[in-house]
């Protein structure tokens, strides 16, 4: 018997396909943001959850990467500006952290120097470097100019180069 | 490589290996489908996940910070985010010292609330009212007639603006301030410390400018700072802690070409360069014991 499928159905699959595709960038940006694995995963779901509701409204005008990265920000924004977060210590110790084997320390410096950017420096690294968007899809992202991105690339540059030396990274 | 490639393998590096130990939840489409559909799963309507550890983490947390603000001295608030948990603050808290020390001048007024001292670590707590954009410096510890050898300063109310911050995001007033201090060669248990803290309170004279400290074109920035020093303003950092910058005139053999200056905090420098005032200078000298 063939099952016939409506468009709630094709929206499910839809859903599955990006869920597969992207959950475990979306949970690197995240995390990378928020730097709590609970919080991290909580907003890959908010995610997710705000691109079916939308997802008839996406003109594909961008890529579908582009699209869950805005929405992610979007929700880490939210979750990072809210009333407890920021009156909770953020501060993760060694002994909080899974041991990870062979770990590149060169790598886990940087992680941290970027996690030490303010966050507005921090946005612009992670969808520029982390998500390769372009500087107007960050701008049109994070809603500013092209020469505000432009800006905040060049200062989080030389905060980068100033915590891990000139030729650990260009710019 | 060229150097965008170079960055983005590095970066991608680097954060893939810190969140290595999140596993993608093979689960997620499903329960996301169940939330937006408002489905029922085995007859249970299925709820955003949220996991035990985070809700009991937050509770804590919660509970933590609402004891912190109702239940604890001055000193011990301010050091909070040092605090690893309640136990720890407990144990603290009944070895704070009460001050209650108040300078007022007519614009401002300054209180040493407590101190902990545990012969290691000298912190005190220090409230001040205020309805000016206050900036503090100049702050000095002597102990025993002697300056602080001390190995770091852990936090303090240097670099910071207090009272009616000129930053609206920052609602300084709330702000709780303090001075953290660790020894470099501690007191023994028990000693006596004959402790002087030596404070100035500065304002800007006719507003501030920001300066963008990190722009590539330091002779631009230098530039900025000047025209904001001729202009009768005070340069200050437009990033946080918002340090006032002080302009090229301060050192005859500048080179603008180094984008960096290191903040100076002295008193003389900042109402002679900076176009700020002093508003109010404190000197207060008390006892405390290591605990």
């Not at chain 2, 207090?162 to 248990?189: C, R, W």
């Not at chain 2, 002080?246 to 080179?255: K, N």
Request: net charge negative.
């Amino acid at each position: 018997m063939e099952v016939v499928k409506g468009p709630d159905s094709n929206r499910d699959a839809r859903l599955e396909h990006m869920v597969q595709a992207h959950q475990a960038n979306l949970l690197t940006l995240c995390y990378a943001y928020l730097h709590e694995r609970g919080l991290a995963e909580d907003a890959v779901q908010e995610t997710f959850l705000r691109a079916y509701k939308a997802m008839d409204a996406f003109r594909e005008d961008c890529s579908e990467r582009t699209w869950l990265t805005r929405i992610a920000i979007n929700v880490c924004r939210s979750m990072r500006h809210s009333a407890w977060f920021t009156r909770v210590n953020r501060r993760v110790t060694p002994e909080d952290m899974p041991e990870i084997a062979h770990e590149d320390a060169e790598a886990a410096e940087l992680a941290e120097a970027i996690g030490r950017l303010p966050d507005k420096l921090k946005e612009v690294i992670l969808l520029y470097y982390y998500q390769e968007m372009t500087m107007p899809e960050i701008a049109k992202t994070i809603g500013v100019t092209v020469s505000m991105v432009s800006k905040r690339i060049k200062k989080a540059h030389a905060k980068l180069r100033g915590a891990l030396g000139k030729e650990d990274f260009h710019g | 490589m060229d150097e965008y490639r170079e960055n983005v393998k590095k970066v991608k590096k680097a954060l893939e290996q810190d969140a290595a130990f999140i596993e993608p939840n093979p689960f997620l489409a499903q329960r996301v489908l169940g939330m937006a559909h408002g489905a029922t799963n085995g007859g249970l309507k299925v709820k955003r996940k949220v996991s035990a550890g985070l809700v009991l983490a937050l509770v804590m947390l919660m509970s933590a910070v609402v004891a912190l603000a109702c239940n604890y001295s001055y000193v011990i608030r301010f050091l909070s985010d040092r605090i690893e948990d309640a136990e720890q603050a407990q144990r603290m808290e009944g070895m704070v010292q009460p001050l209650g020390m108040e300078f007022s001048s007519t614009t401002a007024t300054c209180t040493i609330e407590d101190a902990y001292f545990d012969g290691k670590t000298l912190a005190l707590g220090i409230g001040i009212q205020t309805e000016r954009p206050v900036y503090l410096s100049g702050t000095e510890v002597q102990v025993n007639d002697g300056w602080i050898d001390y190995a770091e300063n852990g936090g303090s109310i240097e670099d910071m603006w207090a009272g009616n911050s000129p930053y609206p995001q920052v609602d300084a007033a709330e702000q709780i301030h303090g001075i953290e201090y660790t020894f470099m060669e501690p007191l023994p248990k028990g000693e006596t410390a004959n402790v002087t803290l030596h404070m100035t309170l500065l304002v800007p004279q006719n507003g501030v400018a920001e300066v963008d400290i990190y722009q590539e074109d330091h002779e631009a920035m230098w530039a900025q700072i000047d025209a904001a020093y001729e202009a009768g303003l005070t340069p200050i950092s437009a990033d946080e802690p918002h340090e006032v910058l002080i302009p090229s005139v301060w050192h005859d053999t500048l080179d603008k070409t180094q984008g960096y200056q290191g903040p100076l905090n002295d008193v003389d420098s900042l109402v002679r360069y900076a176009n700020m005032e002093e508003m109010y200078t404190l000197k207060a000298t008390f006892m405390l014991e290591a605990k």
